[in-house]
T-cell receptor, first 110, second 116 residues
Framework: GQNIDQPTEMTATEGAIVQINCTYQTSGFNGLFWYQQHAGEAPTFLSYNVLDGLEEKGRFSSFLSRSKGYSYLLLKELQMKDSASYLCAVVDNYGQNFVFGPGTRLSVLP | DGGITQSPKYLFRKEGQNVTLSCEQNLNHDAMYWYRQDPGQGLRLIYYSQIVNDFQKGDIAEGYSVSREKKESFPLTVTSAQKNPTAFYLC???????????????FGDGTRLSIL
C-alpha cells in the first residue's frame, strides 16, 4: 500500500529555522516533491529530490534518504508569508502517479 | 501566459444532479490529473491521463467520470452516484510521461463544490 506521514501542525517564530519531516512507505519510488499551499489556493512547487542528499534553493532546502523512506523540508529565516501548508508527494515507479501526504500546516508567529 | 484554468471557481449541486468541472491548459503538457481535497486533508487522486483518449482511475474514482478528447482539456463530471461531493477540486498537469523523467505538477486555482 501507499502511506505518507507528516506532522499535522507546526509553529515557529519569524526569523527562525523549521524542519518539516515526511516519511513514506510506497509500492515504488521515483522521486519526491515538496509543495507549498496557502489556504484556499493551489499548491505551488518548491523542490524535487530523486537521489539521496540535500537540495538547496534559497531559503528552502530539501533532504532525501531513500533507504530510510524519509525526507525533510528546511525553511530558514522564516517570514510571515511562509505560513501555509506544506505537502510532500512521492512519485511511483512509472512516474505516472503522485501520492500526496496529508500536509503540515505551518504557522509563523511574530 | 501559459497556465491551467479551472472553472467555475464556485459550484453548487442539487441532489441527484451531475455537474462538470472544466480544466484547460495551454502548457502543452501530456499528463493531466484531478484531485479532491477535503478540509485539513491532503490531495487524493481521482483520475489521471497520460495521453489523449486515455485515462486511468486514481484512488477515489467512484462517482466521477472524465474524458480526454483534446490534449488541452480534461473535464471532470461529478455524478449523482458521488454521495459526498462537497470538497475543493484541483486540476494539475505536468510534462512527465513514462520514460521522460519527472516534472513538477502545475495546478489550477481549484473549484469549490458544495451541495444545495
Amino acid at each position: 500500500g501507499q502511506n505518507i506521514d507528516q506532522p499535522t501542525e507546526m509553529t515557529a517564530t519569524e526569523g527562525a529555522i523549521v524542519q518539516i519531516n515526511c516519511t513514506y512507505q510506497t509500492s515504488g519510488f521515483n522521486g519526491l516533491f515538496w509543495y507549498q499551499q496557502h489556504a484556499g489556493e493551489a499548491p505551488t512547487f518548491l523542490s524535487y529530490n530523486v537521489l539521496d542528499g540535500l537540495e538547496e534553493k534559497g531559503r528552502f532546502s530539501s533532504f532525501l534518504s531513500r533507504s530510510k523512506g524519509y525526507s525533510y523540508l528546511l525553511l530558514k529565516e522564516l517570514q510571515m508569508k511562509d505560513s501555509a501548508s506544506y505537502l510532500c508527494a512521492v512519485v511511483d515507479n512509472y512516474g505516472q502517479n503522485f501520492v500526496f501526504g496529508p500536509g503540515t500546516r505551518l504557522s509563523v508567529l511574530p | 501566459d501559459g497556465g491551467i484554468t479551472q472553472s467555475p471557481k464556485y459550484l453548487f449541486r442539487k441532489e441527484g444532479q451531475n455537474v462538470t468541472l472544466s480544466c484547460e491548459q495551454n502548457l502543452n503538457h501530456d499528463a493531466m490529473y484531478w484531485y479532491r481535497q477535503d478540509p485539513g486533508q491532503g490531495l487524493r487522486l481521482i483520475y489521471y491521463s497520460q495521453i489523449v483518449n486515455d485515462f486511468q482511475k486514481g484512488d477515489i474514482a467512484e462517482g466521477y467520470s472524465v474524458s480526454r478528447e483534446k490534449k488541452e482539456s480534461f473535464p471532470l463530471t461529478v455524478t449523482s452516484a458521488q454521495k459526498n461531493p462537497t470538497a475543493f477540486y484541483l486540476c494539475a498537469s505536468s510534462a512527465s510521461r513514462q520514460g521522460t523523467g519527472n516534472q513538477p505538477q502545475h495546478f489550477g486555482d481549484g473549484t469549490r463544490l458544495s451541495i444545495l
